[in-house]
């Protein structure tokens, strides 16, 4: 196969890979976020603005959640849910993000920017 490519072949390659690249990034990543959509039993528990750096404290059935908020981001900060997965999701920056705390029946969400393609919602 590599007798049939020329090296102008490999150059167009290169480059309809790097714009695909770039545009996956740029079209599939949501704006920037402003508020986090704190729910616990799937209704909203806290609304709360990325501006003003806090810990908020989600109390569910295992115990309590903490959400940090720092820096215009925000984390899962510890869960008393055995295996955390939300905790080790790390920090949320994009509209649209969201972290969940199955066993504690806790999530977060970051809202405000533009929301992008979501298969998890109808």
């Given at each position: 196969?590599?007798?049939?490519?020329?090296?102008?072949?490999?150059?167009?390659?290169?480059?309809?890979?790097?714009a695909?690249?770039y545009?996956?990034?740029?079209?599939?990543?949501?704006?920037?976020?402003?508020?986090?959509?704190?729910?616990?039993?799937?209704?909203?528990?806290?609304?709360?603005?990325?501006?003003?750096?806090?810990?908020?404290?989600?109390?569910?059935?295992?115990?309590?959640?903490?959400?940090?908020?720092?820096?215009?981001?925000?984390?899962?900060r510890?869960?008393?849910?055995?295996?955390?997965?939300?905790?080790?999701?790390?920090?949320?920056?994009?509209?649209?993000?969201?972290?969940?705390?199955?066993?504690?029946?806790?999530?977060?969400?970051?809202?405000?920017?533009?929301?992008p393609?979501?298969?998890?919602?109808?």
């Amino acid at each position: 196969m590599t007798r049939w490519l020329r090296p102008g072949d490999w150059l167009v390659l290169s480059l309809l890979a790097a714009a695909s690249a770039y545009l996956a990034v740029t079209l599939w990543s949501g704006g920037h976020a402003r508020t986090v959509l704190i729910k616990r039993h799937g209704e909203l528990f806290r609304e709360a603005s990325l501006l003003h750096d806090q810990i908020v404290a989600v109390p569910g059935p295992l115990g309590v959640t903490e959400v940090e908020i720092a820096g215009g981001r925000t984390r899962i900060r510890s869960d008393p849910s055995p295996r955390q997965y939300c905790v080790k999701q790390g920090w949320l920056t994009r509209a649209g993000q969201v972290a969940i705390c199955l066993p504690n029946a806790t999530s977060i969400e970051l809202a405000g920017g533009e929301r992008p393609y979501d298969s998890l919602q109808f």
